[in-house]
């Protein structure tokens, strides 16, 4: 690596003290490096203190690479990060995504063209918009339904758009047959109530061919992402700590390379659920169901390899479509979380209301960002604004990053110590 000749700490770095008292989440404002560091390093840097990187030059390479360290003096990181907001200054950093659910008794039924009317309504909202994703919510097919399911797969891939599928546990092993023949980029898998297959001893899970292990290592062999949802809301404490005992046997069975193709996170569905004071003392800490696309995006840019630089994408204008199995469109739209039904599938047809879409489809540039955020070292990545925020998400952009990486960092030192 080319190491410039001075080395100072970039002025970007944005610190979070985490839940155990020992780290420290590091968010990097135009790298969107997002790490975890102990916290006397975390001091040394804020003290703009680089002797530990001085004593091991592994340390700084990594830090270079990352962006904490930088040969650019902070006038200079002030300059560039202008340039960066004139490159985005009309662009719309907009993410559409889409959710298909499929039932037994539904207006959505792939026997009528209503299933294709359904990827057609898709494609005229996506027009030629790249990225975003569609999942597939199979959880309300009844057993011997994979007919459906190899009917939406099939529409999706023929329309080419990258596909998630969700499940139940009962589902796996259909959902194994069906992967055969249809490549999804992940599963999510949902337990819930689990039966005892799911708690057998760790030593079982690392030694023996076991289902539903196996079907999950059957999936993950196909290179595709496995995420097990773990709902806690109805199992005790004890079985909540075999399940995620067994999913780590199973990681250790996985080559490395593989590994981040598999994640266990523990959900809950009440709404009013708090960070426990005493949190040592419990097993997982789940997090609510509508906060998982936040804590997957942390979860995945954790040092991830791939650092994203300068495109203001972490938490940017989101367009989420939720097309129910009775076929109604349901539009959300983050952040601000602003609902509504913005059209209707039927077997003959589909009807969107053209003019309620475009309204609700309405981003913010990075020129529209008020004063306390023009100045503020996260506004690349944090995409909104604080009038937002505080309108809709009652947690300011900083502290929900800094109490879900409290719980990533619980979650993954209270499994793997059980
Ligand atoms: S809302 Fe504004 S001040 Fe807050 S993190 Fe985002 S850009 Fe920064």
Redesign the pocket.
């Known amino acids: 690596m080319r190491r410039p000749a001075h080395l100072h700490v970039s002025r970007y770095i944005n610190y979070s003290p985490l839940a155990d008292g020992r780290s420290v989440l590091a968010v990097h404002g135009y790298s969107l490096a997002v790490d975890i560091f102990n916290r006397r390093l975390a001091g040394s840097l804020m003290e703009d203190d680089l002797q530990p990187c001085r004593d091991d030059k592994a340390l700084e390479d990594l830090l270079t690479q990352r962006g904490y360290l930088t040969g650019r003096s902070a006038e200079e990181e002030s300059t560039f990060i202008s340039g960066v907001r004139a490159l985005f200054s009309r662009k719309r950093p907009v993410v559409t995504d889409f959710i298909l659910e499929l039932g037994d008794c539904t207006s959505i039924d792939p026997h009528s063209t209503s299933l294709e009317q359904a990827f057609l309504a898709i494609n005229e909202i996506k027009g030629v918009e790249s990225g975003g994703s569609l999942e597939i919510d199979l959880r309300g097919l009844g057993s011997g339904r994979e007919d459906r399911a190899r009917e939406a797969t099939g529409l999706a891939r023929d329309w080419g758009l990258r596909t998630h599928l969700t499940i139940s546990h009962e589902q796996l092993a259909e959902t194994v047959k069906l992967l055969k023949s249809y490549q999804a980029a992940r599963v999510t898998l949902c337990v819930r109530n689990p039966d005892s297959s799911w708690i057998q001893t760790h030593d079982d899970v690392a030694h023996a061919d076991l289902l539903p292990f196996r079907h999950i290592l059957e999936i993950i062999s196909l290179q595709t992402e496995v995420e097990v949802l773990i709902v806690v809301d109805d199992i005790d404490d004890n079985t909540v700590n075999l399940l995620f005992q067994n999913i780590n046997g199973l990681r250790t069975r996985i080559h490395a390379d593989a590994n981040r193709l598999l994640t266990a996170v523990p959900v809950t569905e009440r709404e009013d659920f708090l960070v426990p004071k005493n949190a040592g003392s419990v097993s997982v800490l789940p997090i609510r169901w509508s906060e998982l696309f936040d804590y997957r995006q942390l979860q995945g840019y954790i040092w991830s390899p791939q650092l994203v630089r300068f495109q203001p994408s972490f938490l940017s204008f989101r367009r989420v479509f939720r097309i129910n199995a009775s076929g109604n469109i349901n539009l959300t739209v983050n952040p601000g979380r602003k609902r509504a039904v913005v059209g209707s599938i039927s077997r003959e047809a589909y009807e969107l209301d053209r003019g309620l879409l475009e309204q609700m489809s309405v981003a913010q540039t990075v020129n529209d ?1 008020p004063d ?2 023009r100045t ?1 070292t ?2 690349l990545i ?1 995409g ?3 009038r937002t ?1 505080e309108a809709g998400e009652k947690e ?3 502290e929900k990053l800094q109490r879900l990486g409290s719980l990533l960092l619980l979650n993954v030192h209270q499994a793997s110590a059980s």
Do not use: D, I, P, V
């Open positions: 960002l306390e955020c503020c996260l506004s944090c909104s604004n604080c925020a300011h952009f900083r």
